[in-house]
């Protein structure tokens, strides 16, 4: 299948964003007012998201990710102590508070088990408490919020990537094709509907034992130097994901652009620039830190670098 090129001659490209508001301006609008202490942005913009639940989950983390996020969220939940919506965003906020190492872990599991009573259908209070569990490094615990969030939205994009990343870091040598994270990932792929981006899933499980093998010194720091995108299973699996983008391209997924920006990286470090230049074309601005970082890199460079080359190759 030919890949789709980009249109006319490559233009220099705007510097990259690393938003985790992704392309979703107003996301990025109803952030920046709550940061400021208006929270009835977010509170307007929740209740227009409804149960889209991959967006709702993406919109409540990124909303709760703000270092003022837990006060303004308190200040809504004292104003409408009966909005599901604000015990949610209470939850995320506290969550990252936790990650930050401002608060102990349990107000934010308490906060989240809050929040999931007021709305039991809701799985975004349980994506708050997998993202508490991964962050500190409860496995068990992080499966456990993976299949309460699963029972609810059976393919949430985000908790399957969460649970990627988690399942990476379990131990395995550094040629283990049977590592549990290809299994899993390869199972929720194979289990999705035809149309669905967890089709990317793979790829990211790839990139994920990348990051942690070469943190522990198995793999060459800089993923060039690195044969773990040439082998025959990861081409493999980088296909069949660039072929499901070309027959359908979720453009109407909230977290589209963390696929693309997966599905770029993987391409470029296997050397086809062609496709990998289409993809960067499709991500414009939006990228993301993961999994240019990976392991420990300047992501900014990197994406730069890395685009720079493929939209100079054709």
């Known amino acids: 299948m030919t890949p789709p090129r980009p249109l006319g001659r490559p233009r220099k490209a705007a510097g990259p964003a690393f938003d985790p508001a992704l392309d979703d301006a107003p996301l990025a609008a109803a952030r920046d007012a709550l940061a400021r202490g208006r929270w009835p942005e977010a509170r307007d913009l929740l209740a227009r998201t409804g149960r889209d639940w991959d967006r709702r989950g993406h919109r409540l983390v990124v909303l709760g990710a703000g270092k ?169 699996v980088m296909r069949c994901a660039f072929d499901w983008w070309l027959e359908w391209d979720a453009e109407d997924h909230p977290r589209r652009k963390v696929d693309l920006n997966f599905l770029a990286h993987a391409k470029y470090l296997e050397g086809r620039m062609a496709e990998a230049a289409a993809l960067f074309t499709r991500i414009g601005p939006h990228a993301t830190r993961a999994p240019w970082s990976y392991p420990d890199r300047d992501p900014r460079k990197v994406f730069r670098a890395a685009r720079d080359s493929a939209l100079g190759s054709v």
């Open 68 to 236: 003022t996020s837990l006060a303004w969220a308190r200040e809504w939940q004292l104003a409408e102590p009966d909005s599901a919506d604000a015990a949610a965003l209470l939850a995320c906020a506290a969550v990252f508070r936790a990650a930050r190492g401002r608060d102990g872990p349990e107000p934010a599991r308490e906060a989240c088990l809050g929040a999931a009573r007021m709305d039991p259908a809701d799985p975004s209070p349980w994506l708050a408490l997998q993202i508490l569990a991964h962050r500190t490094g409860s496995g068990d615990d992080c499966v456990r919020a993976f299949d309460q969030v699963r029972a609810r939205h059976r393919d949430h994009h985000h908790a399957h990537h969460l649970m990627a990343a988690c399942l990476a870091e379990q131990r395995g040598g550094r040629d283990d094709p049977l590592h549990e994270v290809y299994d899993f990932a390869s199972w929720a792929a194979e289990r999705a509907p035809a149309d669905s981006p967890l089709a990317v899933l793979p790829v990211v499980a790839h990139a994920e034992r990348y990051r942690v093998l070469a943190r522990a010194g198995l793999e060459p720091r800089d993923p060039a130097r690195s044969g773990h995108w040439t082998t025959r299973r990861a081409r493999q």
